[in-house]
T-cell receptor, first 113, second 112 residues
Framework: DQQVKQNSPSLSVQEGRISILNCDYT??????FLWYKKYPAEGPTFLISISSIKDKNEDGRFTVFLNKSAKHLSLHIVPSQPGDSAVYFC????????????FGTGTRLTVIP | DVKVTQSSRYLVKRTGEKVFLECVQDMDHENMFWYRQDPGLGLRLIYF???????EKGDIPEGYSVSREKKERFSLILESASTNQTSMYLC???????????FGEGSRLTVL
C-alpha cells in the first residue's frame, strides 16, 4: 500500500504564476519530508526538506508546508519558470537519516511560457 | 559536488540473462541504495547498504541481489532477468545521519 501519495499525476501552470504540488501520507510515524525534482534521463535531485517540528520551510522560490494533523504537505513554487518543468517526487521517512525513504508516485509539472 | 555514476545508461537483455548494474560514488558516503522507478509507482527501494559487505532488503528485493565489496561501489545483480524487471534503476548514496539522497542518472533496463 502506498504510504506517500501524490494524487495529481500532472499540473500545468503559466510562467510567473504559483505552482502548488500536493502530497499526502498515511504513516503517522513519518517525521521528515523531502521534495525531489527529476528531469528526463537524469536522476532525481534534492530540492527542499522539512522536519515535523516545523510547518514551513522556505528556500528562495520554493516553500514547503506541512500540515501534520491532515498528514499533508505541499510544495509552492513562486514564481514558476519554464525551467521548473520536471517531475516532482515527495518522500518521507520515519526519522531523519532513516535508511528508507518512501516516495510518492510523482507529479509532472509543466510551466507554460 | 557529489557524483554518483551508474555504469550503463541503457541496457537491453534477454530473459534469463544475468545482469549487473554498477554504481560508484565519490564522496565517501556510508550508505548506498538501489531503487527502481516505474510509472504510477514512484521510486521503490530494492536494497540498501550501510557499510562495506553489509546489506539490507528494501521493499522489493525479490529477484535481485547486491554486492558492496568497496565503500564507493554498490552493484545490483539480476541473477535471471525477467520481463517484469524492465524498469529504470536508480542508484543513490547518502552520508550517515542525513536525509538527503544523491542519485545517479539512472539505468534503463529492457528485458526482452
Amino acid at each position: 500500500d502506498q504510504q506517500v501519495k501524490q494524487n495529481s499525476p500532472s499540473l500545468s501552470v503559466q510562467e510567473g504564476r504559483i505552482s502548488i504540488l500536493n502530497c499526502d501520507y498515511t504513516n503517522s510515524m513519518f517525521d521528515y519530508f523531502l521534495w525531489y525534482k527529476k528531469y528526463p534521463a537524469e536522476g532525481p535531485t534534492f530540492l527542499i526538506s522539512i522536519s515535523s517540528i516545523k510547518d514551513k520551510n522556505e528556500d528562495g522560490r520554493f516553500t514547503v508546508f506541512l500540515n501534520k494533523s491532515a498528514k499533508h504537505l505541499s510544495l509552492h513554487i513562486v514564481p514558476s519558470q519554464p525551467g521548473d518543468s520536471a517531475v516532482y517526487f515527495c518522500a518521507a521517512s520515519a526519522q531523519t537519516g532513516a535508511n528508507n525513504l518512501f516516495f510518492g508516485t510523482g507529479t509532472r509539472l509543466t510551466v507554460i511560457p | 559536488d557529489v557524483k554518483v555514476t551508474q555504469s550503463s545508461r541503457y541496457l537491453v537483455k534477454r530473459t534469463g540473462e544475468k545482469v549487473f548494474l554498477e554504481c560508484v560514488q565519490d564522496m565517501d558516503h556510508e550508505n548506498m541504495f538501489w531503487y527502481r522507478q516505474d510509472p504510477g509507482l514512484g521510486l521503490r527501494l530494492i536494497y540498501f547498504s550501510y557499510d562495506v559487505k553489509m546489506k539490507e532488503k528494501g521493499d522489493i528485493p525479490e529477484g535481485y541481489s547486491v554486492s558492496r565489496e568497496k565503500k564507493e561501489r554498490f552493484s545490483l545483480i539480476l541473477e535471471s532477468a525477467s520481463t517484469n524487471q524492465t524498469s529504470m534503476y536508480l542508484c543513490a548514496s547518502r552520508a550517515g545521519g542525513s536525509g538527503e539522497l544523491f542519485f545517479g542518472e539512472g539505468s534503463r533496463l529492457t528485458v526482452l
